[in-house]
């Protein structure tokens, strides 16, 4: 599975929209990239995924640069509920063992009042 | 529809003690995961199951024993626990054993071994 590098943390306002960064650029043909979170003592929680169109869900949206080299999640209205670890991964299909996850440190994105 | 759920929340333990971990799911996948979880560490697999009647090792299965008992329950077994076993435990399961599916996880277990 490509690297990915991201921010250690951002903050932004409630109500705003908030942009988290990520960075893929070794990033193959075949993989996708994979949003998650995790907020304080949970477990981690899918998001959004892609390949090369950009997606949204009720949760975010994704935006990928057209060479895949980079993409950036949108929460588009920001609440102290999304202060969360923001983990992008990008992985390939793989069965078995090689299915595990496997999360790097992530962003902090802090939500302000 | 609950998704994932893990029994116990929080379990505290002394060293050489054992118990059972549960997990179980509703959303009729295919595959299930537990990992744990430390500090700085990020998740580290112990064992998965790809469908029902089928266990395989993960990165870290040294300690730990795993039955797949139905399609939806997968527990994670500590038979003499150890103080480096204390971490938070979470249990996955997905559709597919794909790496492109979903994963989709429970709260977690507390596990603190003295």
């Known amino acids: 599975d490509a690297k990915t590098t991201q921010p250690p943390s951002m903050d932004c306002a409630e109500g705003r929209a908030a942009n988290l960064p990520c960075n893929h650029s070794t990033i193959s043909g075949n993989e996708y990239v994979y949003w998650y979170r995790q907020i304080h003592s949970q477990g981690p929680q899918y998001i959004i995924h892609?390949?090369?169109n950009n997606e949204t869900n009720e949760m975010a949206s994704l935006i990928i640069t057209e060479d895949r080299k980079s993409s950036t999640l949108i929460l588009p209205h920001a609440t102290l509920r999304d202060t969360a670890v923001y983990y992008c991964i990008v992985r390939v299909s793989f069965t078995g063992a090689n299915s595990k996850l496997t999360f790097g440190k992530g962003i902090t994105l802090s939500v302000r009042p | 529809n609950a998704g994932v759920t893990q029994t116990p929340k929080f379990q505290v333990l002394k060293t050489g003690q054992s118990m059972t971990l549960q997990c179980a799911q509703d959303m009729n996948h295919n595959s299930m995961y537990w990992y744990r979880q430390d500090p700085g560490m990020g998740l580290r697999l112990i064992y998965y199951s790809a469908s029902e009647g089928t266990t395989d090792k993960g990165e870290v299965p040294n300690g730990y024993n795993v039955s797949r008992l139905n399609k939806r329950e997968f527990s994670l077994r500590l038979e003499s626990a150890a103080p480096s076993q204390t971490s938070v435990y979470f249990c996955?399961?997905?559709?597919?054993?794909?790496?492109?599916?979903?994963?989709?996880f429970g709260p977690g277990t507390r596990l603190t071994v003295l």
């Open positions: 892609g390949l090369k």
């Open positions: 996955a399961s997905s559709r597919t054993g794909f790496s492109t599916d979903t994963q989709y």
